[in-house]
């Protein structure tokens, strides 16, 4: 008898049966809790998609219908077990051409094309994704180190497969699998007392057909926190020697002027606002402080990939440099995905007394 592969697993077999291997076959009676059939049966693959076709009530089914019927009904089944919302177009067309598989109509119609395999893989990835964001609860990234960073991020990297997107159904997984990543981390910034860095990813995430609408921070900590930063501090100074020696006022709002670029070492900063650039107003008051007024204008996207080490600056920790870079191509991956959306970020910091120490 000539080799088969099976439409499940893929995997060979050369025995009578036309779909599925004995391994498989056991499984989806399982899976879709349908008692084995007898021992005195001979055909244990048609008769899993007779009750198959009982169950959906569909009687007089010829042999090639029924097998058409089993096929859409197992991956239907698979999907509903993934329980994301991304694929419910899709559980909606495999319901319509399920109803459509009748005893007395001349031809199957058939609305969607699905390869079990494929399916069956997709459902083999969310339960590993699941199992992976189980265990992260269990990690304390506070005191992380080295290893334990490098091997969860290598074991969720997966999910960030661009080739994934060529098949409806990949896309529907990957997209939603992403999309809950991306929710982890959120919750997971807020925990960490990042939560600039969580709230303009969390206003990135956009599900199918949203767009995230542009944001103005106006948070009175998040604005201390840049006021008191090191690095606006030291940026102010700059400026002030470098452009002020003669004159009591200084005005840039070009994005093209470097001096004008601030980046933060704090771990919620640098995540948030790196590299951004910013329109400073300085005028010199009376008692020879100095007025202060910044705009950093942003565009939160993920456009292009970084290596670890153009992204290592910060002096936080190993696994800062290890987040800002590594999330940052994930960030491009679920950007392309449409996962992760662009939207102007605005905030302006006012320090009406600022002194040269």
């Given amino acids: 008898m000539d080799e088969k592969r099976c439409l499940l697993c893929n995997k060979p077999y050369n025995y009578k049966y036309e779909m599925f291997g004995r391994g498989c076959l056991d499984n989806l009676y399982d899976l879709l809790g349908i008692s084995k059939s007898p021992r005195i049966i001979w055909n244990k693959e048609l008769y899993l998609c007779t009750r198959i076709a009982w169950k959906n009530h569909k009687f007089f089914l010829n042999k090639k219908k029924k097998y058409v019927l089993a096929q859409k009904y197992i991956a239907l089944s698979y999907l509903n077990k993934m329980n994301y919302e991304t694929l419910n177009d899709i559980k909606e067309k495999i319901s319509n051409d399920i109803k459509n598989i009748k005893a007395f109509s001349k031809n199957i119609v058939e609305t969607i094309s699905i390869s079990l395999n494929e399916i069956y893989k997709l459902f083999n990835y969310t339960q590993k994704f699941n199992e992976l964001l189980e265990k992260s609860k269990e990690i304390n990234w506070k005191e992380i180190d080295k290893n334990v960073a490098e091997n969860f991020i290598e074991s969720i990297s997966f999910i960030f497969d661009l080739t994934k997107r060529n098949s409806p159904i990949s896309y529907a997984v990957f997209y939603a699998m992403q999309y809950m990543f991306w ?36 948070d009175k900590e998040v604005i201390e926190n840049i006021q008191k930063s090191e690095e606006f501090n030291n940026k102010i100074k700059e400026i002030i020697k470098k452009y002020c020696k003669d004159k009591d006022k200084f005005k840039d709002n070009s994005e093209n002027n470097e001096d004008c670029i601030i980046e933060f070492n704090n771990k919620d900063l640098f995540l948030a606002i790196h590299g951004s650039p910013t329109s400073i107003e300085i005028e010199k008051n009376v008692d020879e402080t100095w007025k202060v007024n ?22 936080e920790s190993l696994p800062m440099s290890i987040f800002s870079s590594i999330l940052n191509n994930f960030g491009v991956v679920s950007s392309k995905y449409g996962v992760l959306k662009p939207y102007k970020v605005t905030i302006k910091v006012q320090k009406n007394k600022f002194v040269i120490k």
């Fill in 294 to 315: 910044m705009l950093i204008e942003d565009t939160y996207d993920f456009t292009e990939f970084k290596e670890l080490k153009k992204y290592a600056t910060s002096n």
């Fill in 183 to 218: 929710q982890v981390v959120v919750v997971g910034g807020i925990l960490a007392n990042m939560k600039l860095s969580a709230r303009l990813l969390s206003n990135s995430l956009s599900l199918f057909g949203n767009e995230p609408k542009d944001l103005i921070i106006e």
